[in-house]
Every structure is written in structure tokens, then in C-alpha cells.
Nanobody, 119 residues
């Protein structure tokens, strides 16, 4: 089992920046891919970004250039740096992890952290 705990959400003005964190614990060695999804009110959960064991990163096309993934292996923590945020970035952001490649249908989810962007 893997446990994921997100932090860093909050209220930010449009154009500002925010960094989300995801601390992983448990059977970390089994993780092949980690990343983030988000769910805006009234919408389906959508892919944001992922990082593979070899540090390959992939982003949802419209977010690349504004969002950046990084991680601190010593702390077992994944980060999502959000820059130039827009009101449409408002959502609950979920950390996810998988024992399979590409983070499709992840087995593990965090509880989510709310990000609200004011205009």
C-alpha cells in the first residue's frame, strides 16, 4: 500500500504562483509513476501532469509551461509548481501514484487539496 498526503493548496490571485506538495509513504519502491489530477466543480477529474521513475515528465498540453513537476527523493515528496495561475485552474488537486506506467487509472490517491484562483 501507498499513502499520499497533499498540502499547499489555498487561495491565490490570478497571475500568482502556488506550490503543491505530495508526501508519499508505505510501499514507495513499488511506484512507477506519480503525478497530479484535478477536478473543478461540476467537471470530471482530469489529468494534470505525471513523472516516471526515470524522471520523464508529461503535462496536459494546455498546462505545459505554467505548471512544473519536481521531486525530492530524500523526502519522498512530489511537488507541483503552479505559475501564472488562472481562475480556470480552480479545482481540487489530487496526487496520484501507480505501479504501472503512464498513471492511467492510478491505484493510489491522496485526499485532495483545494486551489482557488481569484480574478
Amino acid at each position: 500500500q501507498v499513502q499520499l498526503v497533499e498540502s499547499g493548496g489555498g487561495l491565490v490571485q490570478a497571475g500568482g504562483s502556488l506550490r503543491l506538495s505530495c508526501a508519499a509513504s508505505g510501499n514507495i519502491g513499488s511506484i512507477v509513476a506519480m503525478g497530479w489530477y484535478r477536478q473543478a466543480p461540476g467537471k470530471r477529474r482530469e489529468f494534470v501532469a505525471r513523472i516516471s521513475r526515470d524522471d520523464t515528465t508529461n503535462y496536459e498540453d494546455s498546462l505545459e509551461g505554467r505548471f512544473t513537476l519536481s521531486r525530492d527523493n530524500a523526502k519522498n515528496t512530489l511537488y507541483l509548481q503552479m505559475s501564472s495561475v488562472k481562475p480556470e485552474d480552480t479545482a481540487v488537486y489530487y496526487c496520484a501514484a501507480s505501479n504501472r506506467r503512464f498513471l492511467v487509472n492510478p491505484e493510489y490517491w491522496g485526499q485532495g487539496t483545494q486551489v482557488t484562483v481569484s480574478s
